[in-house]
């Protein structure tokens, strides 16, 4: 039972343009959503995050849109550098524990 | 300041060895997590520590996992007699608090042969 789903399992983009990264979740008990970042060898590091009550949060070149009737949240870098290459991971979760999706493979080409 | 750290980066093991993997959380998160990502997946939850509550282990896929927590400091996760499908990067996260932001170490590879 995937609770969470990245359906691109790669994206390649062009160095200066948005990268739009997509998730789907079924579970609408959900009330906060993440967005990870993994280099090879590395642990994911935390990216940006919002909650069930807000449909937008931005932090710089990311923002985060929550769409809670769709059940579906999307990142947006832009714009995109070399430097994002990494594989992306939404995760969402109610209380404790985090269910991420499969990732999303961004290739930021110069 | 120290993120989270595990031990060993790497371990290859034969089929029916135990192994034990080590994390140590940031200095004052009381919130320890571990995770699995099998190649090509996502991270799947195994394990929640919190303080001194009985931990979470609803995650643990089989009886041969184990894990335990000193306090609100080191995690080792066991895994007895391995099989080739333990095969997998194990994770450790810490945070704050329970339902705070998570924050992963580099993970500890396994290869069972």
């Known amino acids: 039972d995937q609770q969470v789903k990245q359906n691109s399992p790669s994206l390649s983009v062009q160095e200066g343009r948005i990268s739009i990264l997509n998730c789907d979740y079924t579970?609408?008990?959900?009330?906060?959503f993440l967005w990870y970042k993994k280099y090879p060898a590395e642990g994911p590091t935390f990216l940006i995050s919002?909650?069930?009550?807000?449909d937008k949060n931005e932090d710089g070149r990311f923002t985060v849109f929550l769409n809670k009737s769709a059940k579906h949240l999307s990142l947006h870098i832009v714009p995109s550098q070399p430097g994002d290459s990494a594989v992306y991971f939404c995760?969402?979760?109610?209380?404790?524990?985090?269910?991420f999706g499969a990732g999303t493979i961004l290739r930021v080409k110069s | 300041g120290a993120g989270v750290s595990q031990s060993p980066s790497n371990k290859v093991t034969e089929k029916g060895k135990d192994v034990e993997l080590r994390c140590d959380p940031i200095?004052?998160?009381?919130?320890l997590y571990w995770y699995r990502q099998r190649l090509g997946q996502g991270l799947e939850f195994l394990i929640y520590?919190?303080?001194?509550?009985?931990?979470?282990k609803s995650g643990l896929p089989s009886d041969r996992f184990s894990a335990e927590r000193t306090g609100e400091s080191v995690s080792t996760l066991t895994i007895q007699r391995t099989q080739q499908e333990d095969s997998a990067v194990y994770l450790c996260?810490?945070?704050?608090?329970?339902?705070?932001?998570?924050?992963f170490g580099p993970g500890t590879r396994l290869l069972v042969l």
């Open positions: 919002i909650s069930s009550i807000k």
């Open positions: 200095s004052g998160h009381t919130a």
């Open positions: 579970n609408s008990m959900f009330d906060y």
């Open positions: 520590f919190q303080g001194n509550s009985a931990p979470d």
């Open positions: 996260a810490s945070s704050y608090g329970a339902g705070e932001t998570q924050y």
């Open positions: 995760a969402a979760s109610r209380g404790n524990k985090l269910v």
